[in-house]
């Protein structure tokens, strides 16, 4: 029992680490278009609003969400919705 807590443990601290080391990743334009995402709430305007492509706004987002390790927006055919935190 003692060593199957101990693993949880070193698990959870692996994670956190990894997490933080993440986080670190994040640079303010990530956070300069995730404003303007939820502005816009549209993928393309949000483009605009940061200077940047279509194609590299959506390689953004998917990035910035593995680095939190899920979804940010809900996206659809009429744009995209925060999701809950």
């Known amino acids: 029992m003692r060593s199957n807590a101990k693993n949880v443990r070193l698990h959870i601290i692996g994670v956190m680490k990894t997490t933080l080391t993440r986080l670190r990743e994040l640079k303010l334009r990530h956070l300069h278009f995730l404003?303007?995402?939820?502005?816009?709430?549209?993928?393309?305007?949000?483009?605009?609003?940061?200077?940047?492509?279509?194609?590299?706004?959506?390689?953004?987002?998917?990035?910035v969400e593995r680095t939190f390790g899920r979804p940010l927006f809900d996206r659809g055919r009429h744009g995209v919705l925060p999701l809950p935190g």
């Open 35 to 63: 404003v303007a995402l939820a502005e816009e709430r549209h993928l393309g305007r949000a483009a605009i609003a940061v200077h940047i492509t279509q194609p590299a706004a959506s390689r953004m987002l998917i990035d």
